[in-house]
């Protein structure tokens, strides 16, 4: 196998896959392009859009790029979010973001600790791989 070469991901030139319910996501860097260590990508919402309740297997961080979103923790207090404000999630904590304008889209940049992170459904318990989600 070769050595991986730095490269420069331009995400208007990178497929976008449907997430349902309004969310669509751009994977950026992932283990095809030699990733290792981490994940990470952008998530748009559309006008009202949710993404259901969920958890990883490592630690993520995720940036509001813009709009007006909403990080609600299971068990805990929402928290609204402004355009740069940078969450720190543990692993294995039950999390949604959603879109709060019914007109603007939202954008986040996520990042996962792990290139093999999964994401785990609250409701039903099932989990994939992340990459799994973005036709890898």
């Known amino acids: 196998m070769s050595e ?3 490269c420069v991901l331009r995400p208007s030139e990178l497929p976008t896959h449907d ?21 990470n990508g952008i998530t748009s919402f559309g006008p009202g859009a949710k993404i259901a309740f ?6 993520e ?10 990080l609600d923790i299971d068990g ?15 692993p294995n904590l039950s999390h949604r973001f959603r879109n709060l304008s019914d ?4 954008k986040i940049l996520w990042i996962y600790a792990r290139a093999d ?5 609250t409701e039903t318990g099932v989990t994939n791989f992340v990459s799994a989600e973005h036709g890898r």
Do not use: Y
């Open 103 to 106: 007109t603007k889209p939202m």
């Open 54 to 59: 969920h958890s990883h297997n490592c630690e």
């Open 61 to 70: 961080s995720v940036m509001l790029l813009e709009g007006d979103a909403m």
């Open 19 to 39: 997430r349902g319910g309004g969310a669509s996501t751009t994977p950026l860097v992932k283990p095809s392009i030699g990733a290792a260590g981490f994940i």
């Open 117 to 121: 992170a999964t994401r785990t459904l």
């Open 76 to 90: 805990q207090d929402s928290v609204r979010l402004q355009p740069l404000d940078t969450t720190w999630l543990p």
């Open 4 to 6: 991986p070469k730095a």
